[in-house]
């Protein structure tokens, strides 16, 4: 009963931390510090760019590139302006394949510090060792990067070869340096989140005192 009653204080905690992180942030926190202007160094956002905003949680977003964004639904894309822009938005056939769940809700116990609790692989499945999707057979990672979902071809529409998403057949070699590598993925979600940890350490003491 009590280590229940601890862990839920513990979670209330790291919640109140993350509730203040933005107001705490632009009050108490020099922007021009290195570890601010140094924040992106460590996020890779897909087919997005990072951008500092201490107004923000986590005091970054995503900016997509035109024609992708963050996540399969339209209503959160505002509230999860974090997570990477891996999500084509072009013709998909989803009656292919087994549909794909929603977006989870912001949660309220530890999983927010899970990066496969946010990462959509699609027909794959998040590796929690790198935070990469692996797929399950007969699927490919789109644009053949591991940290993006993994599709049949069949759901692939023909407009989306604008984007670059084309069937597996016809995309690049996973060898190709335009298409990026697996590295890009743990360095958004390992190290991304490790910053993130950083970041709420530094808020809980500003509070503390």
């Not at 993925?185 to 910053?195: D, P, T, V």
Request: charged share 10%; proline share 8%; aromatic share 10%.
């Amino acid at each position: 009963m009590a280590s229940s009653i601890f862990s839920l204080a513990s979670t209330s905690s790291m919640l109140l931390v993350l509730v203040f992180l933005s107001s705490t942030a632009k009050s108490n926190f020099n922007i021009s510090s290195p570890y601010i202007d140094n924040l992106c160094n460590g996020i890779s956002c897909g087919r997005g760019n990072c951008s500092v905003d201490v107004a923000r949680p986590f005091s970054f977003v995503c900016k997509c590139d035109p024609g992708w964004r963050r996540t399969l639904g339209s209503g959160n894309e505002d509230d999860l302006q974090f997570l990477p822009c891996v999500i084509p938005n072009c013709s998909m056939d989803y009656s292919c394949i087994p549909a794909p769940p929603p977006t989870p809700p912001i949660p309220n116990n530890i999983s927010i510090f899970d990066p496969c609790y946010w990462t959509y692989c699609g027909e794959g499945t998040c590796s929690n060792n790198n935070y990469t999707c692996h797929c399950n057979p007969g699927y490919t990672n789109l644009l053949n990067i591991s940290y993006f979902p993994c599709f049949s071809d069949c759901a692939i529409g023909a407009d989306c070869s604008r984007l670059g998403v084309r069937s597996s057949a016809t995309t690049s070699p996973p060898g190709d340096s335009s298409q990026g590598d697996s590295s890009q993925g743990i360095r958004f979600l390992s190290g991304g989140f490790h910053c993130i940890g950083v970041i709420m350490m530094c808020v809980a003491l500003v509070l503390w005192k």
